[in-house]
Structures are given as structure tokens and as C-alpha cells.
């Protein structure tokens, strides 16, 4: 394995980036992976792949072999809005899809820090990496038309870079509107490991994108927990948005289920998908609409089983999402920018 080998298909990946050993660890991979993977990180390494760490040096001159590649764009969103299932629906449009692939959280975190004493990298040096990952992302097959990352949710923070990076990029940014995304989160058994194990970052983006607010992490019932999640990614979503102009376009996830064909048809068409009928038709009728995006083999997971999800936690949660959205108006209230939001 060589950076030519890495130049010429995306049957070889970089599936992390070290920075302290300034090296990547590229796996074997394939189409048929890619389509069937949810999340492009650790989860997809086992103990017989033939993974290898090649330099940044390899992976620069693997970066320079690949051409200008296939047009790159970006799926942004808040979290358990339906990303997943838009990636995989785009994928059957001709997109190689690459689901939260693990170096964009890292370099997240590089971006957070630059120009800051304790930053490992200038910025300089972040840029030429984040070069050197865009062209290796760009790579896809003979009959892919694009490559959509579906990031993480929290990394929807590093979208001006990425869009100022690709001025050509354009990515959907899905969401929800507040009371059903309250209810979306207290209906999901393990949306707590989202809420907390983000949340010390989300609150950080929260005071630097609206100044001090007030809100102490502890304090905050499940609720507000989920409130506070809503608020940064509403807040990441508008900077986005400054930032990408008519390259943003946002999708409301409840919108979009109730009206699939235009939903589909905006969607491709800002991708430069297919957009014709036929292929329009053919997705709002998916299978892939019927199961659980994040694994589609082991549940279904239609309309009627998140309709029934929803409606429990609306009863269940009464409260909790009663006081949630009080406290939002409360803040709305007191801080300009929160409440341009609400």
C-alpha cells in the first residue's frame, strides 16, 4: 500500500489522521462498503483488515495523483433529524456517500484551537491538511456523479472552513423545528449518549457563538439538555448559512417527510443529482424510507413507527418539554442573538 495505490480509487481509505505521529491509517475498503456503512469510524475497522499508517508526506503526493476529482458536497444537520437516510437515499441518486467519516471530527477540533497558544497546528498547517483530505474525499467510482460527506452532527462547526475550502461545495443542513426535536430526543433510548457526551463541547460553542448565556452544564435537566443541543446546532446552522449563502440550503426534516417528491427533487437538484421524475419517483418509494437508516438490516422504521415514537414521548415527557421550551423563551428573551433564532 503507497500513496499511488491511495491515488487511484477510494478502494483505498483514510480512515483517521494522527496528528501527533503526523500520519493517517488507510483500510481497505470498497464500494459495497461504503454503501453499507452508517459510520465511517472505528466501527468499520476489524482485526483482519490490513489497515496502514502512511506519512502525510505519502498522503500529499497520493492527494496530488487524484486529479480534480468528482464534485464534493456536504450533509450538515442538528442530530437524529434524518441525515442518515438522506445519505443512503442520495446514494441510490449516484452519490458516494461517506457517513461521518472519523478526520472531520479531528480536524473540528484542530479548528477549534487555531490561533490559540496550545494549538498543535498553525494555520497554515491545518489548511494544507484539510486540502490534502478534500482531494482524498473527492475520489469515487465509474458511476458515481458526486461525494457527500454526511458529517457528524457537532461538526457542523467547521462548515464556513469547509465551504470557504470548496467555493464550488454545497451542503443541505437538516433540522427540526423545536418542540418535535424535543420530542425526537426523549423518544430515542440512546439519544443521552448524544446529549451528554457532546454536551461540554456544545456548551462551549454555545458562548462563543451567542456570548455568555448564563447556563451552568450541571444544572440542566434532560430536557434542557436537549434544548440546549437545538439552540448551538440552530445557532451553527445560521453561521453556516452566512457563510455558504445560496450554497446552504435547509431542510426541514418534518417538512421533508410530508412532501418526499419536492423535498427529493430540491435536494438533487442543489446536489446536481439526477432530478428527473423517474428518479424522483423512484426514491420517495424507497425501501430505504421504511427502515432504520443506521441499520437498515436489523429494523424497520417507517413513518407509522416514528409517528407512535413521537406521540409516546409527547405524553411521557410532558413536562420536561414544557419546560424546556420555556426556558428557550426565558433566553430568547434576555439575549439578542438567542432569540433571533427561536
Known sequence: MNGLDLARSPDLYPQKIDLVREAALVVPFSQQAYRAASFLDDRILSASMRASWLTFTQLQQAAQGTGSGLPLHFIFHAGHVGSTLLSRLLDEAGALGLREPLPLRTLAEVNDALDAPESLLSRAQFDHILEITLRLWSRGYADNRAV????????GRLAPALLAARPQAKTVYLNLAIEPYLATLLA???AIFDLRGFASERMRRLHKLAGKTGIVLHTLSLGKLAAMTWLTERLTQASAERSGGERVLLVDFDHFLADRTAGLGQILSHFGLPADAQT????????????????PDQYAYGDAVRAQAMGQARREHAAEIGGALAWLERLGAQNAVIGAVL
Do not use: C, E, H
Open 148 to 155: 457527500i460527506v454526511k458529517a457528524t452532527s457537532t461538526t
Open 188 to 190: 430515542g433510548p440512546n
Open 280 to 295: 424522483v419517483a423512484r426514491l420517495a418509494d424507497s425501501p430505504t424510507l421504511n427502515r432504520y437508516s443506521k441499520a
